[in-house]
């Protein structure tokens, strides 16, 4: 919008103030980390690589990665879907999912510390503490998400709005949020459980189930297409993708995935509880 000497960059500002953002707040946090005000001070002293670190690190670093990618391939293959039925379907849609997207670092605030809770538990032994850990902050986050989408499918125009008022774009908004959001709680509950995941340094289910959502979205969302022509089939099958996101995480976790039980060798945890 532009300010005093500042210019109007119109929506180029928003990539300029993301990039800031991130710039000033890397600088802000690389400069706590040193004060020694932290609990641990970041140091450069002796500093080499150690491989098998690297190797613990992106056991789990690199799976996540390609999670991300896989979440966000499906949002490039359903905004490509949706287009077909014109901009005012991609609007609505697109800013239907940005409330989908707002879920995630909300579920990340309670996903965070269970990583470093399942991690600890484990590593003391403590299975039993680790699990329940996880399956609380999984009910805490479906009941959260859950919530949000019940709110976003009963009255889907006081989000949508906030954008644009068009009557196209609301329609198309409101389809997917009644198809999808009643399906939320799913999406938190797999999400919670994949961050849980993380701390178990097990991801090959998380994975998998983030894949499943991938092929039903993209492969459903065709078929839709195909068979029926209309937006909402199209949504209706991002929200089954949703539900086999999230049952399958609980599923995996439920049958004891963690611990070599379901698909996988066992954990390191495993397996020296065994000896």
Do not use: K
């Not at 953002?21 to 980390?33: D, E, I, K």
């Not at 995480?249 to 995935?257: E, F, L, T, W």
């Amino acid at each position: 919008f532009g300010w005093g000497t500042f210019p109007r960059l119109g929506v180029a500002g928003g990539a300029v103030a993301v990039v800031a953002y991130y710039a000033v707040g890397s600088v802000a946090l690389f400069a706590y980390l040193r004060s020694g005000r932290n609990v641990v001070r970041l140091s450069f002293h002796d500093v080499r690589f150690r491989w098998p670190l690297f190797g613990d690190i992106l056991r789990v670093g690199a799976i996540a990665a390609l999670i991300t990618v896989q979440t966000n391939l499906t949002i490039v293959i359903t905004t490509a879907l949706v287009g077909r039925f014109g901009p005012a379907a991609i609007a609505g849609y697109g800013t239907g999912a940005r409330l989908e997207y707002l879920l995630i670092p909300l579920v990340f605030g309670l996903g965070s510390p269970l990583v470093a809770m399942v991690g600890t538990n484990l590593g003391a032994g403590e299975r039993d503490r680790a699990v329940r850990a996880a399956w609380i902050g999984a009910a805490i986050a479906a009941g959260l998400t859950e919530t949000i989408g019940l709110w976003a499918a009963a009255a889907p125009h006081a989000w949508l709005s906030l954008f644009d008022t068009d009557p196209d774009m609301l329609d198309a908004g409101s389809r997917y949020l009644h198809a999808v959001g009643p399906f939320y709680g799913l999406f938190g509950l797999g999400m919670a459980l994949y961050f849980a995941s993380q701390g178990a340094a097990r991801l090959l289910w998380p994975l998998l189930a983030n894949l499943a959502r991938l092929a039903i979205a993209a492969g459903g969302g065709w078929l839709a297409l195909r068979w029926s022509g209309d937006l909402f089939s199209v949504f209706l099958a991002l929200s089954a993708a949703l539900t086999a996101f999230g049952l399958i995480n609980a599923a995996a976790v439920a049958r004891g995935a963690w611990f070599g039980h379901v698909g996988g060798p066992p954990t390191r945890t495993a397996r020296s509880d065994r000896r």
